[in-house]
Nanobody, 121 residues
Framework: QVQLVEFGGGLVQAGGSLRLSCAAS????????MGWFRQAPGKEREFVAA????????DYADSVKGRFTISRDNDKNTVYLSMNSLKPDDTAVYYC??????????????WGQGTQVTVSS
């Protein structure tokens, strides 16, 4: 069955860095655009970043542009989110997601369970 499993969350001080990984299985990874989303306490889930099927195109929310980088390794069926210059406002549960064929900001097909990122001030 389809699985998306996130790794790499944790507690970090403001200004620090983290790298999230998401391991995919149960579908043809190279046929899917991948995205990262996050949900902070009391807030709706929001788009963070997306990458196309081959890794040649990316899209970022304005709030993370210049600080976060999304990448993928199709040989390893894994998508990454490198997060630098972290701020307390980045505190959230981070989810990876997959969407067939496209790169976009909504209407994803598959979702992971999420990993907590906490940024202390």
């Amino acid at each position: 069955q389809v699985q998306l499993v996130e790794f790499g969350g944790g507690l970090v001080q403001a200004g620090g860095s983290l790298r999230l990984s998401c391991a995919a299985s149960g579908f043809i990874f190279g046929n899917y655009g991948m995205g990262w989303f996050r949900q902070a306490p009391g807030k709706e889930r929001e788009f963070v970043a997306a990458i196309n099927r081959v890794g040649s195109g990316t899209d970022y929310a304005d709030s993370v542009k210049g600080r976060f980088t999304i990448s993928r390794d199709n040989d390893k069926n894994t998508v990454y989110l490198s997060m630098n210059s972290l701020k307390p406002d980045d505190t959230a549960v981070y989810y990876c997601a997959a969407v067939f064929f496209f790169m976009r900001r909504e209407n994803y097909d598959y979702w992971g369970q999420g990993t907590q990122v906490t940024v202390s001030s």
